[in-house]
């Protein structure tokens, strides 16, 4: 049982530590009375980052301090664990720093306790989300960051099955470490599904009519306020199919197709008219052969609410499209 008296003398113990770590005695108390705490003090978690300033992990796991600090970041709520909050702050410095420590990243995860659940928050919300969206271009050491995190964060129940499988699939950003995390098969038989509805230039039907000798000057389409999202058609799904896998493309031009993936509230990006979050991985890039082409994601998606069609010049005629998922 915790000791209210040892709670309440743990911040000086472990200033006492920090001062002299080299005095035996002085980092045994400490390590005593912080066994002895169940649930340290605010005032005294906020001393891990001290800790770990004055006992780098580069010296070794076992030291005196980088011990404390561990005990400590395991006993500490989310508020004021240090391990967790590290955990963020590295997923920032890899996006505009030439590298990441990925090995203090994984410890700091490793040992963050009551945090766990907050850091990996942080790792969906700055890479694996980011990696799931077009055109965000995630930097190789936040790349870095995820294939090395996210198996923990995983084995914790703490990561989107939806956001990781879109981060995987997306044709910008994906990893061979990704790939095979998001690779589980999804339940249901998949087959072609027609959209349940349509949006976008006209005639848009006659994308999925089954005859290639119509099709959409999709090329042409206005630039709307909602481009980014709908791109010059898009093909909705209601309610959102259980799996998407493969696409199929028949069309005269070059190309790119968006899925809106649906992830949970916060999560990427938000569409203010229709009230939801989403990212939007590149799921295809066709050429336009005036033939059929076919694009196998490498990973099949979950929650699809759309897919959207971005032509690349003006002349873009899409004659059929076809996704092959299920409900």
Same mark, same amino acid.
């Given at each position: 049982? /915790?000791?209210?008296?040892?709670?309440?003398?743990? =911040?000086?113990?472990?200033?006492?530590?920090?001062? &002299?770590?080299?005095?035996?005695?002085?980092?045994?108390?400490?390590?005593?009375?912080?066994?002895?705490?169940?649930?340290?003090?605010?005032?005294?978690?906020?001393?891990?980052?001290?800790?770990?300033?004055?006992?780098?992990?580069?010296?070794? =796991? #076992?030291?005196?301090?980088?011990?404390?600090?561990?005990?400590?970041?395991?006993?500490?709520?989310?508020?004021?664990? &240090?391990? $967790?909050?590290?955990?963020?702050?590295?997923?920032?410095?890899?996006?505009?720093?030439?590298?990441?420590?990925?090995?203090?990243?994984?410890?700091?995860?490793?040992?963050?306790?009551? *945090?766990?659940?907050?850091?990996?928050?942080?790792?969906?919300?700055? *890479?694996?989300?980011?990696?799931?969206?077009?055109?965000?271009?995630?930097?190789?050491?936040?790349? $870095?960051?995820?294939?090395?995190?996210?198996?923990?964060?995983?084995? @914790?129940?703490?990561?989107?099955?939806?956001?990781?499988?879109?981060?995987?699939?997306?044709?910008?950003?994906?990893?061979?470490?990704?790939?095979?995390?998001? #690779? /589980?098969?999804?339940?249901?038989?998949?087959?072609?599904?027609?959209?349940?509805?349509?949006?976008? &230039? @006209?005639?848009?039907?006659? /994308?999925?009519?089954?005859?290639?000798?119509? *099709?959409?000057?999709?090329?042409?389409?206005?630039?709307?306020?909602?481009?980014? #999202?709908?791109?010059?058609?898009? #093909?909705?799904?209601?309610?959102?199919?259980?799996?998407?896998?493969?696409?199929?493309?028949?069309?005269?031009?070059?190309?790119?197709?968006?899925?809106?993936?649906?992830?949970?509230?916060?999560? *990427?990006?938000?569409?203010?008219?229709?009230?939801?979050?989403?990212?939007?991985?590149?799921?295809?890039?066709?050429?336009?052969?005036?033939?059929?082409?076919?694009?196998?994601?490498?990973?099949?998606?979950?929650?699809?609410?759309?897919?959207?069609?971005?032509?690349?010049? =003006?002349?873009?005629?899409?004659? @059929?499209?076809?996704?092959?998922?299920?409900?």
């Amino acid at each position: 049982m /915790a000791s209210v008296t040892e709670c309440r003398t743990l =911040e000086r113990a472990l200033e006492g530590a920090l001062r &002299t770590p080299q005095d035996a005695k002085v980092v045994a108390e400490a390590r005593q009375q912080l066994e002895a705490c169940a649930q340290p003090p605010p005032r005294a978690c906020v001393l891990g980052a001290a800790l770990d300033a004055r006992s780098p992990l580069s010296h070794g =796991e #076992a030291t005196p301090l980088r011990a404390l600090q561990g005990t400590l970041c395991e006993r500490c709520l989310t508020a004021a664990n &240090t391990c $967790a909050q590290a955990v963020g702050q590295a997923l920032l410095a890899a996006a505009v720093n030439p590298q990441a420590d990925t090995a203090l990243a994984k410890w700091n995860l490793d040992h963050a306790g009551p *945090g766990t659940q907050a850091a990996c928050v942080s790792l969906v919300q700055l *890479g694996i989300a980011p990696a799931a969206q077009s055109g965000l271009g995630v930097r190789p050491p936040v790349l $870095a960051l995820v294939d090395t995190l996210a198996p923990r964060c995983a084995q @914790e129940g703490h990561l989107d099955d939806t956001v990781l499988r879109a981060a995987a699939a997306n044709l910008e950003a994906p990893s061979a470490a990704l790939v095979a995390m998001a #690779a /589980a098969p999804l339940d249901g038989k998949p087959g072609p599904i027609k959209p349940d509805h349509l949006e976008g &230039t @006209e005639p848009r039907h006659q /994308a999925f009519d089954r005859d290639v000798k119509t *099709g959409v000057p999709v090329g042409k389409a206005l630039r709307s306020e909602r481009w980014d #999202a709908d791109g010059a058609l898009r #093909a909705g799904y209601a309610p959102t199919l259980k799996q998407l896998g493969v696409v199929r493309v028949h069309a005269t031009g070059p190309g790119t197709l968006r899925a809106i993936v649906r992830t949970p509230k916060g999560v *990427g990006l938000r569409d203010p008219e229709k009230d939801f979050s989403f990212v939007n991985p590149t799921i295809c890039r066709f050429q336009g052969t005036g033939d059929w082409e076919e694009c196998q994601l490498q990973v099949a998606l979950r929650d699809v609410d759309a897919v959207s069609v971005f032509p690349e010049r =003006e002349d873009v005629v899409l004659n @059929e499209l076809e996704l092959i998922g299920a409900r």
